[in-house]
């Protein structure tokens, strides 16, 4: 095929070395940031007013849209990245393909509103899901859009759509539950940051598709992207429906609590992670058929990555309990003891990511799909074995689900590598050790000095423990590490090359 016809969708260009440079990263972290900069000021401040009830209604009728959101934005996406080669015609086919499969997923989360009405025993969540489920045929759109973008490294749109989709969705969120709307102030939240940052995805690409379909294309592309995209499903589906049978089981104020939990713990790790993803697969899809410079890429990733979203982990886990006790009040009192661990389980998952995008990068997603389904089925099986009443409760039984999956992942990752799990890990451990030395110590030095101090003065007693503590680990260590990370990856700007 001529050259003229791929376009700039066509063959992939060798990588000089450092992900298009770092304003590359500086859009993808300053999109991160504020992302959840605007999910956490909207998840404290509508919980604070509509409650845990009413926030669990909303969750409700949220949940499920967000699942079919991650499943036809993914659909194509990744797969279109993952590509050595990429012709227009086959990104035109995928645009319309994805399209299709949100306009079938519009109308499956509208007939689900018949179902959940019911169950949760409150119509308002069939308008809820038809409102939701419009969305999604533009949401199906803007995914093959940003499966072009992410292949051109073109962060900068992308972060566009979250700043101005998320951003309204914010203040539309916040206004509605300021006039009392409950419920309806977390959906119309969703509702403007789906469909309006759909709209300017693809307004902004500039991009537009001509009507063809190579049916051979479309399916070379499911391949990839239908299993990774089912693990995804999985992955977030399990939640959803998780957070279902919480709420017709222990009520909609537990399901409020839980909700919340997760969402404080979830949106530093989605974001951080879906932020890493962009900026990891096309890097490593490039050397996917040169398993040492793949292991150098991985390794190099584990230790950029690590110097930030540990240390983040180790605040979170002692700043999280005063912070919801200042901001929320006693109603939310279940919802700190209840993140900890989620904290905690998150910082596992940033040890492990890369190691998992490198089965992607060499065409096996079905290894995070098998393992997903597994940690689903015990997770289904002791929610409705055990029925937990409380937030608590759910996450440990949440936890409990997630212990089969780094057993079977990590062992995959390294025979795709060639490697030991040690190798593929041991970038991180160093910082991550020193995370959670610092964090002990931001918890315990202050209980033995003043355990009568209020949340505002334990927060900062916790926050000076832990930076005073960590600047005492990190200038002695901080050349050991750096001196590690360069003798396995043979060069001393092993942060600043994470890409490369």
Not at 23 to 32: Q, T
């Amino acid at each position: 095929m001529a050259t003229g016809a791929r376009g700039r969708a066509g063959r992939r260009e060798p990588d000089p070395g450092v992900m298009r440079g770092p304003v590359a990263v500086l859009w993808s972290a300053g999109e991160a940031a504020a992302a959840g900069a605007f999910s956490l000021t909207s998840a404290f401040i509508v919980a604070r007013i509509v409650g845990p009830a009413e926030l669990g209604i909303g969750a409700a009728a949220v949940s499920l849209h967000i699942l079919f959101w991650v499943g036809v934005n993914a659909f194509f996406a990744d797969a279109m990245v993952q590509r050595t080669v990429l012709e227009e015609d086959a990104a035109a086919s995928a645009f319309w393909a994805s399209a299709s499969v949100g306009l079938l997923a519009g109308i499956v989360q509208a007939g689900l509103g018949f179902v959940l009405a019911p169950a949760m025993g409150d119509p308002r969540l069939l308008p809820m899901a038809l409102l939701l489920g419009a969305a999604l045929p533009l949401v199906g759109a803007a995914g093959a859009v940003q499966g072009r973008l992410t292949r051109e490294r073109r962060y900068r749109l992308l972060a566009c759509r979250t700043l101005v989709g998320q951003g309204a969705g914010t203040i539309t969120g916040i206004s509605c539950a300021l006039i009392g709307a409950g419920a309806w102030a977390v959906v119309a939240q969703q509702a403007v940051t789906s469909l309006l940052g759909a709209v300017v995805l693809l307004i902004s690409a500039g991009w537009r598709p001509p009507l063809v379909w190579r049916k051979r294309a479309v399916m070379d592309l499911i391949a990839i992207g239908g299993p990774l995209t089912a693990s995804t499903l999985v992955l977030h589906g399990r939640y959803r429906v998780f957070a279902v049978l919480i709420g017709s089981t222990a009520g909609a104020a537990a399901l409020g609590e839980v909700h919340l939990a997760f969402r404080l713990v979830d949106t530093v790790r989605e974001l951080a992670s879906t932020a890493l993803w962009r900026l990891m697969l096309p890097a490593m899809s490039e050397r996917q058929t040169d398993r040492l410079s793949l292991l150098a890429c991985t390794e190099r990733w584990l230790a950029a990555s690590g110097m930030i979203l540990f240390p983040l982990c180790a605040a979170m886990v002692v700043s999280v309990g005063p912070m919801t006790q200042l901001l929320l009040g006693p109603a939310w009192s279940g919802v700190s003891a209840a993140a900890i661990p989620l904290v905690i389980l998150a910082a596992w998952s940033f040890l492990a990511f890369p190691a998992g995008v490198t089965l992607v990068a060499v065409g096996t997603p079905g290894v995070a799909l098998r393992a997903n389904i597994a940690s689903s089925v015990l997770l289904l099986a002791g929610t409705l074995v055990f029925h937990p009443t409380s937030a608590q409760q759910a996450v440990w039984l949440w936890l409990a689900s997630q212990s089969v999956i780094g057993p079977y992942t990590l062992p995959k990752s390294a025979a795709a590598l060639k490697t030991s799990v040690w190798k593929i890990l041991r970038a991180g451990i160093p910082i991550l050790g020193i995370s959670i030395i610092a964090a002990t110590a931001a918890v315990l030095v202050p209980s033995m000095f003043d355990q009568a101090a209020g949340p505002t003065m334990l927060l900062v007693h916790r926050l000076s423990v832990l930076g005073s503590f960590s600047t005492m680990i990190w200038l002695p260590v901080f050349r050991p590490v750096g001196i590690f990370g360069s003798r396995f990856l043979g060069q001393r700007t092993w942060m600043k090359r994470a890409g490369g």
